[in-house]
């Protein structure tokens, strides 16, 4: 008997053979650039950074959004970017590409809020800025927290592997002190604000998903 077998040709792309974690990277750099073109060329930081008085104002709402991409020189692109290859690397495989692109975008938008309205409740320079991809870093960093809460993993300088649950909460205190003792401006808050969104997903998934999640903390353990 004879078979006929139909090939049908696909075309290939290069953001085909990308990660969705990649491409955020990517998208990152490309953004430093160009915002770093701009506000060479003068253009005001309200424009790009979360203000908490311009947005308490209703102005530059859009901050929520572009600030998540803006980082403040090359060491602050560089650490956060090194963060997110490793850590949404995990993430992704866990969340699968859409979901985990979603996650990404809503958790960074929460922790950009959450910054805003701790301003309300804290004392706090209503015209500071905040930029950078760490408050939707910290969220991922809270969701393995509990969904991998024992694959061990490096922090900074530390030589040795820490467990996820005690690595997460630990960063977040670190920075905190570091920006206390040095008087470095960190965003702490929105720091806290993504890992919260990140820990609340997690309860959220450990819920539903029961057997998934154990498998998953043992694989990645």
Known sequence: MQRVYNFSSRRTSLFSLLSTN????????????LFSILLFAKVPLDYVAIKPSNILGGDY?????TSMF?????FHLLANMVSLLFIGGIVEKI??????LTFYLASGLFAGLFFVLST???PADLNTFAVGASGAIFSLIGLLVLMTPNLPVYVMFIPIP???KYAGPGILVLLWIVSLAGNIPIGNMAHLGGLIAGVGYGIYLRHKYKRKVR???RHFS
């Open 120 to 122: 309300l409740f804290f």
């Open 215 to 217: 498998l998953i903390g």
């Open 95 to 100: 969340l699968g590409a859409r979901r985990y």
């Open 22 to 33: 990649l491409i955020l990277i990517g998208v990152n750099i490309v953004a430093f650039i």
């Open 162 to 164: 820490i467990k996820m």
């Open 70 to 74: 803006m980082h403040v020189g090359l």
């Open 61 to 65: 709402l859009w901050t929520f959004f």
